[in-house]
């Protein structure tokens, strides 16, 4: 494998307004449009600049949001206060602020999609 294995990530949604403001408001940055026939796609700021994976929130007829299959980890600088925002904008927090050795910290929430998310950092 040449390149870093994920380079696009989408997470289903039922109601993308309730969705944005979730994200937005625990992310503190403002999803993005992007044009689209068949799906409803609003994308995570991004950069081709910096390291990670680009993605947005889906919306599509015949495709459910929930279940925890799939982990899409955000980066932090301290995940315990993006875990707290979540359940301050409709979410709830499923795994506190915990220590992954020298790899820094995780906490897991449920967004208000049922779909639980990472949350990443160093401290």
């Known amino acids: 494998m040449q390149s870093n294995p994920v380079g696009w990530f989408e997470i289903y949604v039922q109601d993308m307004e309730r969705a944005k403001t979730f ?8 999803l993005e449009r992007i ?6 796609l609003w994308a995570f700021p991004m950069s ?8 947005a929130l889906a919306k599509m007829e015949g495709c459910p949001s929930g279940g925890s299959s799939t982990l899409v980890y955000f980066k932090c600088e301290d995940c315990a ?3 707290a925002r ?10 506190e602020k915990m220590s992954i050795g020298k790899y820094g910290f995780i906490a897991l929430v449920l967004d208000t999609e049922g779909n639980m998310i990472g949350l990443h950092s160093m401290q």
């Open 81 to 83: 206060v993006e875990a």
């Open 86 to 95: 979540a359940a301050e904008h409709g979410g709830r927090v499923f795994k």
């Open 23 to 30: 994200y937005e408001g625990v992310l503190q940055g403002k």
């Open 35 to 40: 044009p689209s026939p068949d799906i409803e």
């Open 48 to 55: 081709e600049e910096v390291y990670g994976a680009a993605g």
